[in-house]
């Protein structure tokens, strides 16, 4: 899943390379290249119709988000066929934690990959920061690192949170326990996450389970399936993050008491083990018999 999430993000990453912009998986000595940018654009373009190709032949194909959904049907042009089915979000301990009184902590969980772009978070933080005047407010970057790039990644972050000025308001939790991660998730007030066009975003929703205010990047599954209807808050920018850091901080209890429980009911509504299992069994089952009722036309047709 993450070297097709690396190559094929749909048009949005096709347009990215034509436009010569430079991302985590666009270097920028490609991005500046006329020549590396068209050889990269046509390598995408063929994986592509060759990913559309094969998609086609599927009967039935599930999809985990209403972003990968538009993207799917674009390229694969089976909508008769696709269907959506959100991954299966075991949220069972988070729902159950009961704390309304939470510490000025925010917390990110993510693995330190380039994607996860943990330094907008420092950016964001550190206009909070100077928005407010703050000095009473943790950011904790709850994390996995994969190999040496990654140490190097979550180095590099730790000097940059000492060249902003707020490494004493900053702290780093690398392959922490579950259970420390409960109890972080527990005393924290929001939960923070930076990723562009994430296919999903379980890490979100278990934000929401656990009763933080969700503060999600405004694009890809967050976006369109998750915080949704007043269940948490969206940004793109570090002054869009830091603003709504301020407006969060701003709730009285009563505005983030309803929030919190307008975030579970839809996860329990939406992600559960349940709601999986039940939309799963309805659409193989459709499918199944759609099947069955053509294998009977068809032996009639021969009796015929």
């Not at 999809?63 to 949220?91: D, M």
């Not at 933080?125 to 950011?139: A, E, M, S, W």
């Not at 409960?182 to 934000?207: A, C, K, P, Q, Y």
Request: charged share 30%; glycine share 8%.
């Amino acid at each position: 899943k993450q070297w097709y999430q690396r190559r094929v993000r749909g048009t949005d990453m096709l347009a990215k390379v034509a436009s010569g912009e430079a991302t985590y998986n666009n270097r920028g000595i490609v991005a500046r290249n006329p020549t590396l940018s068209r050889f990269k654009l046509v390598y995408y373009q063929a994986f592509a119709a060759l990913y559309s190709w094969m998609g086609r032949r599927a009967r039935l194909v599930f999809v985990n988000s209403s972003w990968t959904q538009g993207h799917i049907k674009e390229l694969w042009a089976i909508p008769e066929r696709t269907f959506l089915l959100y991954p299966p979000c075991n949220t069972t301990s988070f729902l159950k934690i009961d704390n309304p009184k939470r510490s000025n902590r925010i917390v990110s969980v993510s693995q330190f990959r380039p994607e996860k772009n943990q330094s907008l978070q420092l950016d964001a933080f550190k206009c909070f920061i100077d928005r407010t005047g703050r000095k009473d407010v943790k950011l904790t970057l709850v994390g996995g690192v994969r190999n040496e790039g990654d140490k190097q990644r979550v180095e590099d972050l730790k000097s940059k949170s000492k060249q902003l000025g707020i490494s004493d308001m900053v702290e780093f939790k690398l392959g922490i326990p579950f259970t420390e991660l409960h109890s972080i998730l527990e005393d924290s007030l929001i939960g923070l996450h930076t990723m562009w066009n994430e296919h999903f975003g379980i890490g979100v929703v278990e934000f929401m389970a656990a009763g933080l205010v969700t503060l999600a990047h405004k694009s890809g599954g967050p976006k369109m399936d998750i915080v949704v209807d007043g269940t948490g808050f969206l940004a793109e920018t570090a002054e869009e993050y830091s603003e709504q850091m301020e407006r969060i901080f701003g709730m009285g209890e009563a505005e983030l008491i309803g929030m919190r429980e307008k975030g579970r009911k839809h996860v329990r509504r939406e992600f559960s083990d349940e709601a999986f299992r039940d939309s799963f069994v309805a659409h193989c089952k459709e499918h199944v018999e759609l099947d069955l009722r053509e294998i009977e036309y068809i032996s009639e047709m021969e009796d015929e």
